[in-house]
């Protein structure tokens, strides 16, 4: 049985969008398999991507979203959110006023290439603090930047910037070297929050349980509470997260 109470804060659920939920069928599917693991809440991040829908009709997918699955009596909630690349289109999105960010707006879901190195990455984390936003940085075990230079994580968590497990990485989804990071970042207490990234409903019943019991026998109960649960909610209202004891 799922501890209730996770909030998801990376996750494709919202339909045609981006490269996530093809249908609402398939995000109805999706949101049921989030709902069994024990999620009651998820924040979808679309791709923020120049191609893809603008932030009002996201906001009018996600709201009907909504209303789908309170039809189909599937306890979800669902709020503000974005996956946004690390580049200059981004710095010019924030300057438009389309930044993006997560439910209460301090926080910033963001991206480094999954295969291409990210030299400046601390500069842009850095600029982003100065613009008034609080990195999140999604599956840095998945980046090259992180592969290459595995002390980065340390320098953007010490500079400020929250780190954002996937959990399927913990199974292996996303092959041995990224799980391998993973694990290791986890050991090292870098990692503030765990997420999902979910971006279809084939075997998620199946392996979200799978990865959240992967991550409970790597940290226990306690560190799993406060990456699934107490800094997803803290993130989402705008407050600071909890860090976990020096080791
Ligand atoms: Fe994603």
New binding site residues.
């Given amino acids: 049985m799922a501890d209730p109470g996770y909030i998801d804060l990376?996750c494709?659920l919202l339909p045609a969008v981006d490269d996530g939920a093809k249908s609402v069928e398939e995000s109805v599917a999706m949101a049921r398999a989030l709902a069994a693991a024990g999620f009651a809440a998820v924040a979808p991040?679309p791709h923020a991507w120049p191609e893809n829908p603008s932030a009002a009709a996201i906001a009018e997918k996600r709201e009907a979203l909504a209303r789908r699955l309170a039809a189909e009596g599937i306890a979800l909630e669902l709020h503000p959110n974005a996956?946004n690349r690390l580049d200059p289109e981004l710095f010019d999105r924030i300057e438009r006023d389309d930044a993006r960010p997560l439910g209460a707006g301090r926080y910033l879901l963001v991206?480094a290439p999954f295969d291409a190195p990210l030299p400046r990455l601390p500069e842009l984390l850095f600029r982003l603090r100065v613009k008034g936003f609080t990195p999140i940085v999604?599956h840095p075990e998945r980046c090259l930047e992180f592969a290459e230079r595995p002390e980065r994580a340390r320098e953007a968590a010490e500079a400020g910037a929250a780190l954002q497990a996937e959990l399927g990485a913990l199974l292996g989804r996303y092959g041995p070297k990224a799980k391998k990071l993973c694990e290791r970042f986890l050991d090292e207490g870098l990692y503030a929050m765990a997420a999902s990234?979910l971006h279809g409903p084939v075997g998620a019943d199946r392996w979200l349980p799978e990865a959240i019991l992967a991550l409970r026998r790597r940290v226990g109960a306690e560190a799993t509470g406060r990456l699934l649960a107490e800094n997803p909610a803290r993130a989402l209202r705008g407050e600071d997260l909890v860090r976990p004891e020096a080791g």
């Fill in positions: 990376h494709h991040s996956e991206e999604a990234d």
